[in-house]
């Protein structure tokens, strides 16, 4: 059955490569000027990754591409310019440089740089352009210094308003956007390219402007503009070469003299290699764009709903391996508990079931039950509802995981990793290029992990392997073929009496390294994805894109699971469990994307259909007596009992067929206002059978989601904003006993206003206040085992605070603030009335800051310091006791030299005693002790 459907779908997807990539009528055939260049050319690639360009041709190679006489000068027009016209095409000599203009003085009103030029066109004027995409950048060395391109073949349609601010050289360029030829945002970054110049980047400001900035050492560096056939180019010129005065100067008058400063060496002789730091998508702690809130590449701040991204180098610096230390740092997440096979969460006080997790946009109902993040290059967190775009699925929110994508140059990274309690992993990330013209990439990571933990005889030992295979069929359609294998093999964890640890014991407490299950425990499991992504563009404004996934996972384990704890406070009884389970999903999803103008207003579409099969076999479910333990004096091998009664068994089958159709209009009224409208229908049916008793249960119904939001942005540095969104999921959620039509699915609500705000060009800060309502509220029949009843509703509302980004060159800050008040609001129980929702604390605080000296001897040694203060939460719904607040510190020390990374983490620093989550009313999860991780990682 499953390979009939994946056959069926490969059928499906080659006649869809077949008509979407055959060429249409009168279609333009564009010239190829990438050529076979060797030089530094942007791909997705992961943050922060140095790529050194080593190739002596292209070392020593003059720009023989962008001959000079190809090339068309400009001048640049500085920020008094009363207008942006455009500069003569016929070629220039003498071209004028930015030092002998005189630029107004600097006011304080610029220590709050807005993200816009401070002269930009007339907004009237701007309506219903053509945004210009900018779908490369490439750095070549010149005798002179470095030459930065931004490749597009509408160059000579840009304008560009540049500024000098202290050592920094700025460009700013309207109505235009860095996108790859995929359609994905990215953004360019170059540290020391040579003598005379700290950094060069390239990024989106936002949805309608491209920044250049320079930054000097000591002055502002000397730039030329130039036109030419592969865009436009920025002649960077080195200390050396800008300190001599000019061989043919536009006017003796503006003639400067030879500075008097000794010249440098330049750090990029043309017979040496530049190495250049290039990002994909994000660059830093602070995230501009992102998928995951619109299914389209949209700046975070028109986005009207709160979601928190992590990116890469977060991950790096924190060392982060698993999720559930990734999501530590997003405000309003709290862990439920994290020793098995099944680490779960809690966002914005609603538990995230299998249908909250995603992986590229996709649903992927064991992304949460994969802890390592080896391919994985950020992860983000929508808060509130999201089944317009996604589904069904719970309230809270939704865990994007971003995977890694191929790179277009040759990328090879090593990391080992030490730790205590013989922690031991090593990993490896290779990309490149598959053929001489780079239409088809690959990427693959490899990692490997084996170690102990603070629990008595857990540990384990997984490995990953994921494959990604990238190829352009012609120039406007690009297909992405990926895999993933993931082997998991690890103890169990029973977790700690809530007696004894929590609530006092008068016999005394229990340790926290106790583990109460037998020392032969353990749990298997096997992933295995499997899946493409294909994207055709009709034109510059029409896309169309079709993606399919297919996930299995096979598990099983043999587990001593503890239950309640007898009167005599130290008899813990339990049972003997074994268990098989079979998941199998498929996903697929087909969206068309279009942009279009309806008078001066601006649209961009979505319009989506998507199916999803979730299907859960259980063989054998099988709990036996099994003898109980003593907590104070514990012994292990003497669980078994020969021939012992079942307490509860199953064998079934549950399956969940959805398909849904939706729509999504993002609206621009004006430069500072757009608007979020969607609606979506979903229909579904789930059949359940039950294998012992020989019977079977079906339902099917239906939901309409809408959503809807307004941004107002009074500044283009400010945004203010408000939404509705909703969201449906089944009664029982995906895993289910049984099929009761009579039930409603539940549905949330929620309602949001906030503020995003741009404080500089690197740094971010979102607040958010929401109300968010779930009702049809299922849970466990206490009458009928394997049934759910609808008790009633459930409300949470709070604010959330999330800062990000860079606060000056080389520190860094992610932090986040939640105050949330989850409770109960009708109950068929009166007594739950009122009640707070378990595992959700009123307040939660995250800062993670990193500090990395940026020049002299020290240049790469740094550190980072965190905090993590989780407050007062319900262990269980009717609140029989509360799990107590805590304050965890981690550190960091690390040092960067050229190819090489050396780090220190530190967790846990003061080794304090914390209760990480409860599981339910008997038992809670320590969380873990001070630990040290070592690691070292090569990029080449």
């Not at 020391?192 to 700290?198: I, N, Y």
């Not at 069904?392 to 277009?408: A, D, T, W």
């Amino acid at each position: 059955m499953k390979l009939d459907k994946f056959f069926q779908t490969l059928l499906l997807t080659g006649a869809v490569v077949v008509v979407i990539n055959a060429p249409a009528k009168g279609e333009e055939v564009r010239e190829d000027i990438q050529g076979k260049s060797s030089t530094q050319r942007v791909g997705k690639s992961a943050l922060d990754q140095k790529l050194a360009v080593t190739d002596k041709k292209f070392a020593n190679r003059k720009s023989s591409v962008l001959a000079p006489s190809t090339r068309k000068s400009r001048l640049f027009k500085s920020q008094i310019a009363s207008s942006l016209q455009r500069v003569s095409d016929k070629t220039s000599k003498n071209i004028r440089q930015l030092s002998e203009i005189e630029l107004p003085a600097t006011s304080a009103q610029m220590l709050v740089q807005s993200p816009t030029p401070t002269n930009p066109p007339n907004p009237e004027q701007r309506t219903g352009e053509q945004i210009i995409p900018i779908t490369g950048v490439k750095a070549n060395p010149t005798n002179t210094g470095i030459e930065v391109i931004l490749e597009t073949s509408l160059g000579e349609q840009l304008q560009v308003t540049n500024r000098s601010q202290d050592n920094n050289f700025i460009a700013d360029i309207p109505n235009a956007q860095l996108r790859l030829p995929s359609g994905e945002a990215f953004v360019f970054r170059s540290e020391k390219p040579l003598a005379g110049v700290t950094e060069i980047t390239v990024i989106n400001i936002d949805a309608n402007t491209v920044r250049v900035t320079v930054v000097g050492d000591a002055k502002s560096p000397t730039v030329e503009l130039f036109d030419d056939n592969a865009g436009l180019v920025f002649g960077i010129n080195s200390a050396a070469t800008a300190t001599q005065p000019s061989q043919q100067p536009q006017t003796p008058q503006a003639q400067q003299p030879a500075s008097e400063t000794p010249q440098e060496e330049s750090a990029a002789q043309p017979d040496e290699p530049i190495e250049l730091v290039v990002t994909g998508e994000q660059d830093g702690y602070r995230v501009t764009n992102t998928t995951t809130g619109t299914k389209t590449d949209t700046p975070l701040r028109d986005i009207p709903q709160s979601i928190q991204v992590v990116p890469q180098e977060v991950l790096r610096d924190q060392q982060v391996t698993r999720i559930e230390d990734a999501v530590r740092n997003v405000p309003g997440v709290n862990q439920n508990f994290n020793f098995g096979p099944l680490t779960t969460y809690t966002i914005r006080g609603f538990e995230a079931t299998a249908t909250n997790f995603l992986r590229d946009g996709l649903l992927d109902p064991v992304a949460g039950e994969v802890s390592e993040l080896s391919s994985i290059e950020r992860v983000e967190v929508l808060k509130g509802p999201a089944s317009v775009l996604f589904g069904l699925g719970n309230p809270g929110g939704s865990i994007n995981l971003i995977s890694k994508r191929p790179l277009s140059e040759p990328f090879y990274g090593i990391d080992a990793t030490v730790g205590t309690y013989s922690y031991y992993r090593g990993a490896i990330d290779l990309s490149g290029p598959l053929d001489d013209s780079k239409t088809a990439l690959y990427r693959l990571n490899v990692a490997y992990r084996n170690s102990d933990s603070f629990v008595d005889f857990f540990n384990g030992e997984s490995l990953n392997i994921s494959p990604v295979i990238s190829v352009d069929i012609g120039e406007r359609t690009n297909l992405i073929l990926e895999g993933e294998y993931i082997k998991t093999r690890d103890s169990y964890a029973s977790g700690v009496p809530v007696i004894g640890s929590v609530l006092s014991n008068p016999i005394g407490e229990v340790s926290r390294n106790r583990n109460f299950g037998e020392p032969s425990d353990e749990f298997e499991q096997t992933i295995t994805r499997l899946g493409y992504q294909l994207e055709h563009k009709f034109n510059d404004n029409w896309s169309l894109r079709n993606a399919f996934r297919f996930v299995s996972r096979d598990y099983s384990d043999q587990l001593t699971l503890p239950g309640r704890l007898d009167a005599d406070n130290r008899t813990f009884n339990r049972v003997d469990r074994e268990y098989e389970l079979e998941n199998t999903n498929y996903t697929l999803t087909t969206n068309l994307v279009g942009k279009f103008s309806t008078g001066s207003i601006q649209h961009q579409l979505l319009f989506g259909v998507d199916f999803n099969s979730l299907e859960n076999l259980s063989p054998i479910y099988a709990e036996r007596e099994a003898n109980p333990i003593d907590i104070f004096d514990p012994i292990y091998g003497q669980a078994k009992i020969p021939g012992a009664a079942i307490v509860f068994e199953s064998s079934d089958r549950s399956l969940t067929n959805s398909w849904g159709i939706y729509v999504q209009d993002q609206v621009t009224l004006s430069e500072g206002l757009k608007l979020l409208l969607g609606v979506r229908f979903d229909t579904f049916d789930r059949k359940y059978t039950d294998f012992i008793n020989n019977t079977e249960s079906s339902a099917s119904d239906s939901a309409f989601s809408p959503r809807f939001g307004i941004v107002y942005q009074p500044i283009p540095a400010i945004s203010l904003y408000a939404s509705y969104t909703s969201s449906f999921t089944p009664p029982g959620g995906t895993f289910f006993f049984s099929v009761d039509s009579s039930l409603q699915p539940e549905r949330g609500n929620q309602y949001e206003i906030g503020v995003k705000a741009d404080l500089s060009d690197r740094l971010s800060a979102t607040l958010a206040f929401f109300d968010l309502t779930r009702t049809n509220v299922s849970t466990a029949d206490p009458d009928r085992s394997g049934f759910f009843i609808q008790v009633g509703e459930q409300n949470s509302q709070g604010i959330e605070l999330n800062i990000a980004g860079e606060i000056l060159p080389g520190w860094n800050v992610y932090a986040g603030y939640a105050y949330i008040d989850a409770h109960t609001t009708e109950d068929i129980n009166p007594e739950f009335v009122g009640k707070r929702l378990p595992n959700t604390a009123d307040h939660s605080f995250n800062l993670w800051t990193s500090y990395e000296i940026q020049q002299g001897e020290l240049q790469g040694l740094g550190a980072g310091f965190g905090l993590f203060f989780v407050g007062d939460r319900a262990g269980d719904l009717p609140n029989t006791y509360d799990v107590p607040s805590y304050v965890r510190t981690d550190a960091a020390i690390f040092y960067n030299r050229d190819k090489f990374r050396v780090a220190l983490n530190f967790k846990n620093l003061f080794d304090i005693n914390y209760f990480e989550s409860a599981l339910n009313s008997n038992r809670v999860y320590y969380g873990q002790p001070f630990t040290l991780q070592g690691t070292v990682s090569w990029q080449f």
